[in-house]
Structures are given as C-alpha cells and as structure tokens.
C-alpha cells in the first residue's frame, strides 16, 4: 500500500532564514507528486507538482522541490522564509493512471512556526 | 470566482443525529472527493467519484456515504454520528479528463459531535 511520511511534525525557523520540509514515499511506482499549504483556517492551496522531465521544480511563493527516485523523496525548500509563510504542509503523492482514479495519499503534515 | 463552496462552515451535532455536508463546485470537474483532516494524520479519503453517477470508497469509508447525482454536487452523510467523527472535512475537485490534474479543495467543514 502507498505511504507518504513527513518525519517532521513541527518546525520553527526564523525569519529569513531557510527552510527545508521532507517527504518520503513508498509507492509501487513513480507516482505524481504534490506539495500543498494550509494556511491556519483555511483549505488547501497547491504549492508545486511534479509529473515529470526536470527533478528540480519551481512552485508559487518562492518554493521549490527535488524529486529524487533513489531516495524515494520529494523536499520542499525555500531559500528565506516570510512571517506569511506559517502554516502547515502537505505532501501528498498520486497515481499516473487515471484508472486508478484520481486518488491523492497524503503525509501527515509539517507545521512551519516562523520566528521574528 | 471559481471552485468549490461547502456548508456549513462549522456544526456542532449530537451523537446519532444524521448530517449532511454539502459541496457544489463550478468548475465542471469531473471527479471530486472527501477527506477527513484529523491532527497528526494529514488528509484521508473518504469517499471519492470519478464521474457523475458514479462513486467509490476510500480509506476511511465507515459510517459515511455520498452521492453524484449531477457533476456539480457531492453531498456526504453521516447517517449516525458518533464521536470519532468529529474532525474537518474538506471537499476537493480534479479534471481527470485531460490527464492527471491537482486536485482544488473547499474550505472545509469543522463537525464537532457530543
């Protein structure tokens, strides 16, 4: 069965400083893979995805994320964290068949707490 | 503006009572979908569809059901609440007829029963 991990439950970074949230899977092949944001209240909002061609993708708000198949990961960074971007992450991974359906497994979550 | 509306923003229920959470979307989206936001364990899916008249379970089907009457619609009842139901759900839409796209999400339901 798949599995997304996102080891980190918390993380608390400074202002300015950057940031770097990990993802682990374990799926039977390449799926697509997805980073979302929840801003405290509110839904969520896609970050960035990966389908494939180039390993390294750029996303909204300044994130981007390295797909690596060896290591069956997908880190989300950024190189200097705002206030606004405290919320919690989600990545979340996705079959390449639409027989499958459309189905999306996703991590527990990262909550980003963001110091002045 | 586009995308997906869901009601009510928050309920608070008594154990056994049935509820009804609503999700329209108006981006013509063939599948849509429920989860279950509950702390420590992300997003899981409930129930899911992938076109009208059409749904199926997820991994936490249980004490749930929905309907696709239509494409715009995906209602999901809770036939007899009980407690471990208390959670936040959202309702999400994707395009699947053109591929794979990201799924769009509501902005959730809080359900709290006593």
Same mark, same amino acid.
């Given at each position: 069965?798949?599995?997304?991990?996102?080891?980190?439950?918390?993380?608390?970074?400074?202002?300015?400083?950057?940031?770097?949230?990990?993802?682990?899977?374990?799926?039977?092949?390449?799926?697509?893979?997805?980073?979302?944001?929840?801003?405290?209240?509110?839904?969520?909002?896609?970050?960035?995805?990966?389908?494939?061609?180039?390993?390294?993708?750029?996303?909204?708000?300044?994130?981007?994320?390295?797909?690596?198949?060896?290591?069956?990961?997908?880190?989300?960074?950024?190189?200097?964290?705002?206030?606004?971007?405290?919320?919690?992450?989600?990545?979340?991974?996705?079959?390449?068949?639409?027989?499958?359906?459309?189905?999306?497994?996703?991590?527990?979550?990262?909550?980003?707490?963001?110091?002045? | 503006?586009?995308?997906?509306?869901?009601?009510?923003?928050?309920?608070?229920?008594?154990?056994?009572?049935?509820?009804?959470?609503?999700?329209?979307?108006?981006?013509?989206?063939?599948?849509?979908?429920?989860?279950?936001?509950?702390?420590?364990?992300?997003?899981?899916?409930?129930?899911?569809?992938?076109?009208?008249?059409? /749904?199926?379970?997820?991994? #936490? $089907?249980?004490?749930? !059901? @929905?309907?696709?009457?239509?494409?715009? %619609?995906?209602?999901? /009842?809770?036939?007899?609440? #009980? $407690?471990?139901?208390? !959670? @936040?759900?959202?309702?999400?839409?994707? %395009?699947?007829?053109?591929?794979?796209?990201?799924?769009?999400?509501?902005?959730?339901?809080?359900?709290?029963?006593?």
């Amino acid at each position: 069965a798949q599995s997304v991990t996102q080891p980190d439950i918390h993380i608390t970074v400074s202002e300015g400083a950057s940031l770097e949230l990990r993802c682990n899977y374990s799926y039977g092949a390449t799926p697509y893979l997805f980073w979302y944001v929840q801003s405290p209240g509110q839904g969520l909002q896609l970050l960035l995805k990966y389908f494939s061609g180039d390993t390294l993708v750029q996303g909204i708000k300044g994130f981007e994320a390295e797909f690596k198949r060896s290591q069956s990961s997908f880190n989300l960074r950024k190189p200097s964290v705002h206030w606004s971007d405290a919320a919690e992450y989600f990545c979340a991974v996705g079959p390449r068949t639409t027989a499958a359906g459309n189905k999306l497994t996703f991590g527990g979550g990262t909550r980003v707490l963001v110091k002045p | 503006i586009a995308g997906i509306t869901q009601a009510p923003t928050s309920q608070i229920l008594a154990a056994g009572r049935r509820m009804t959470l609503r999700c329209t979307q108006d981006m013509r989206h063939n599948a849509m979908y429920w989860y279950r936001q509950d702390l420590g364990l992300g997003l899981r899916l409930i129930h899911y569809s992938n076109t009208a008249g059409t /749904t199926g379970k997820g991994e #936490v $089907p249980d004490g749930y !059901s @929905v309907s696709r009457a239509n494409t715009d %619609d995906f209602p999901l /009842t809770l036939a007899s609440a #009980v $407690p471990s139901q208390t !959670s @936040v759900y959202f309702c999400a839409s994707s %395009d699947g007829s053109r591929g794979y796209n990201e799924q769009f999400f509501g902005p959730g339901t809080r359900l709290t029963v006593l």
